[in-house]
């Protein structure tokens, strides 16, 4: 009678066992997929400013140009809607990437304020300078990126 009984707890302390351990090998697989979900959203709100601030960079660019070079009316206000629509697309993806990426709030910030002050230049010499100013700040955010998200990290 004893071996049956000691046969019947082993039984349910094998099963006990292997059920915990599946219960923790499972919880151990939702977090991980969590955390590879997060730093997927972490590495699009990254690239989603990035390509936000190229745009609008881009368009600042050839609006102050043709502004400082008189191209016109017509060019010019075109130009400006243009920079209008790619100011715009900047603010979801800064939100973004500050509520998901708190880290990058400083430089993100400083890329679009460099990326912003385009609309400030004086001449041409200027504008270049201020458009070179831009793609560094906008550089030393994806670096600091880089540093925050690359492999390895988080």
Do not use: C
């Not at 004893?2 to 349910?12: E, F, H, I, N, Y």
């Not at 609006?63 to 206000?77: D, S």
């Not at 504008?127 to 540093?147: S, Y």
Request: hydrophobic residues 45%; proline residues 4%.
């Amino acid at each position: 009678m004893w071996a049956s009984v000691v046969a019947v707890l082993g039984t349910l302390a094998g099963a006990l066992t292997a059920g915990l351990l599946q219960h923790r090998s499972a919880r151990t697989a939702r977090v991980e997929q969590r955390a590879d979900a997060d730093r997927q959203d972490q590495l699009a709100a990254v690239t989603e400013f990035a390509a936000a601030l190229d745009a609008h960079r881009s368009a600042m660019f050839h609006r102050e140009r043709l502004t400082l070079t008189g191209a016109g009316p017509e060019p010019e206000l075109e130009a400006q809607t243009r920079s209008h629509d790619t100011r715009t697309a900047i603010t979801a993806p800064h939100i973004r990437l500050q509520i998901l990426v708190p880290e990058l709030t400083i430089p993100a910030q400083q890329a679009a304020d460099a990326t912003y002050a385009l609309r400030k230049a004086t001449n041409q010499a200027d504008l270049d300078e201020r458009r070179r100013a831009a793609k560094d700040a906008a550089n030393a955010f994806v670096t600091a990126a880089a540093a925050e998200l690359g492999p390895g990290r988080r």
